[in-house]
Structure formats: C-alpha cells, structure tokens
C-alpha cells in the first residue's frame, strides 16, 4: 500500500473504492445517505490549503482516503475512509499520521474530527495515534481534539 496526495484524475477509482464500501460505512464517513459519484467528486477535488490523501494498493485500486480540511487560524478537521476489507492492516493510522505530520509542518495545532458513535474503528484510529486528544460527547456523535503542536508531534514520530 501506498500513500500519494489526491487529485481529480482520482474520481473514477474513488468513485469504485466507495461502492465498495458499505451504506453504514458510507453514512458513517458522510453522516447519511451519500451519492457516490458526488462523494467521489467531492473527495478527489481539493481546495488550496487543504490536503488529500489516498491509499493506493497494487492488486485492488484505491483503498482509502484521508483529508485535512483547514477549519479556520492553526485548526483543520480531520477526516477518513478505508473500505472495510481493507481494516485492521493500519490504513487508517497511516493516514493520521501523514496528515498530523503535514498539520504540523503547516502550522495547524489543532485537529479536530466528528465521529459517530458507532464507528469504533475511527475512535480507535484517534486513541492510538499517541497524539494528546480530548473528547467532547454530543447527542449523536463524539467531537474528537487532538494536538499536532511539536512535543505532540515527537511523540507519534516515536
């Protein structure tokens, strides 16, 4: 697997990547129903100052998606999908990862990410990047912060 910054040349295999994925998993990363030749066009189109990744796999395509998106001074949300059968083989930490390492190398503190309830393996991305992070509990999702500032950084380096 490997990692490369996103373009719009993208879309198509995005576009197979999130048929592959399923509704729940979809709505998870969207928040609801989602059509996904606008999700594809929507993750392969990245505005200045923010930052795509995807994860490529030889064999299968496009297995995962990563995003900075700068929220406002020293602060972006954070945000990512790998297909299910692509979980568990660390996908989703490297993605954090890359993208902690570009926050922090762009002067951006904060990250901050809204994940539901029910997508465990997000959290658990969150709670083993080594990154300081603080929980805010809502309703009907988790408002997750974590620090990129440089005594954050040397520790997801170590």
């Known amino acids: 697997m490997t990692l490369r910054a996103a373009r719009e040349s ?5 576009v197979r990547m999130l048929e592959r994925v399923s509704r729940a998993g979809r709505s998870q990363r969207f928040f609801g129903a989602t059509d996904t ?22 064999r299968c395509g496009l297995v995962a998606h990563g ?3 700068r929220t ?3 602060q972006a949300e954070v945000a990512f999908l790998v ?5 568990g083989r660390g996908a989703g930490a490297l993605l954090l990862s890359h993208l902690a390492e570009a926050a922090a190398q ?6 901050v990410a809204t994940v539901r309830y ?7 991305v969150f709670e083993h990047s080594g990154l300081p992070m603080e929980l805010r ?22």
């Open 10 to 14: 993208d879309e198509p295999g995005l």
């Open 37 to 58: 030749a606008r999700a594809a066009r929507q993750l392969a189109t990245v505005a200045a100052g923010d930052l795509g990744l995807v994860a490529q796999s030889d």
């Open 67 to 69: 995003a900075l998106y």
């Open 72 to 74: 406002g001074d020293g």
């Open 83 to 87: 297909r299910e059968d692509w979980q």
């Open 106 to 111: 762009a002067a951006i503190d904060v990250l």
């Open 118 to 124: 029910d997508n465990r393996a997000m959290i658990s």
């Open 137 to 158: 509990y809502a309703p009907d999702s988790l408002h997750i912060t974590l620090s990129t500032a440089a005594d954050a950084a040397i520790a997801l380096a170590a």
